[in-house]
T-cell receptor, first 107, second 113 residues
Framework: KNEVEQSPQNLTAQEGEFITINCSYS?????LHWLQQHPGGGIVSLFM???GKKKHGRLIATINIQEKHSSLHITASHPRDSAVYIC?????????FGTGTSLTVIP | DAGVIQSPRHEVTEMGQEVTLRCKPISGHNSLFWYRQTMMRGLELLIYFNNNVPIDDSGMPEDRFSAKMPNASFSTLKIQPSEPRDSAVYFC???????????FGEGSWLTVV
């Protein structure tokens, strides 16, 4: 069983749609990260959360510690948002990663 | 800050050859991680160091893989001999022990033919 589960695995949306990616985890954590990876590219950290909600531009990340669940929302999606989004949690000095959600936004 | 620096960015090598991947963590960071990413398995932790000391190498696939961190500013991941199934992207990341943030390098794209 993976410590971090993401859904959906693949997601295709029309430009302008509201998108939600979900992450559930089973270990105690000190922080949760949402990472973005463009095709052929490196990994960029979008958010680091330990409670509540953060917003950066069109991206919003929320976390519910009691339910061990986080969501990443993208408002007014754009083709440049097409990427793999990875949920990662820090537990002790270990990081556990979800398998990623591949998002394609169609113009 | 320059961020985590990895080299080479891309390498194509023949099966049986030795491969050495290099990583320079962010200055001041004392925790360094090596990850491997494949389509099938996603990101997998290979090994991590705290204060240059290997803490957990349980993710290292087999004896062909070895990692060293001779000082706080440099680490290597070596594969000898390399095999086609080692083809993957290898990421190095660094952080401060006990801190929450982690910073990734841009990855080394390895192809073994």
């Amino acid at each position: 069983k993976n410590e971090v589960e993401q859904s959906p695995q693949n997601l295709t949306a029309q430009e302008g749609e509201f998108i939600t990616i979900n992450c559930s985890y089973s270990v105690g954590i000190s922080a949760l990260h949402w990472l973005q990876q463009h095709p052929g590219g490196g990994i960029v950290s979008l958010f680091m959360l330990s409670s509540g909600k953060k917003k950066h531009g069109r991206l919003i990340a929320t976390i519910n510690i009691q339910e061990k669940h986080s969501s990443l929302h993208i408002t007014a999606s754009h083709p440049r948002d097409s990427a793999v989004y990875i949920c990662a949690v820090r537990s002790g000095n270990q990081f556990y990663f979800g398998t990623g959600t591949s998002l394609t936004v169609i113009p | 800050d320059a961020g985590v620096i990895q080299s080479p960015r891309h390498e194509v090598t023949e099966m049986g050859q030795e491969v050495t991947l290099r990583c320079k963590p962010i200055s001041g960071h004392n925790s360094l991680f090596w990850y491997r990413q494949t389509m099938m398995r996603g990101l997998e932790l290979l090994i991590y160091f705290n204060n240059n000391v290997p803490i957990d190498d349980s993710g290292m696939p087999e004896d062909r893989f070895s990692a060293k961190m001779p000082n706080a500013s440099f680490s290597t991941l070596k594969i000898q001999p390399s095999e086609p199934r080692d083809s993957a992207v290898y990421f190095c990341a660094s952080s401060l022990i006990g801190a929450e943030a982690i910073y990734f390098g841009e990855g080394s794209w390895l192809t073994v033919v």
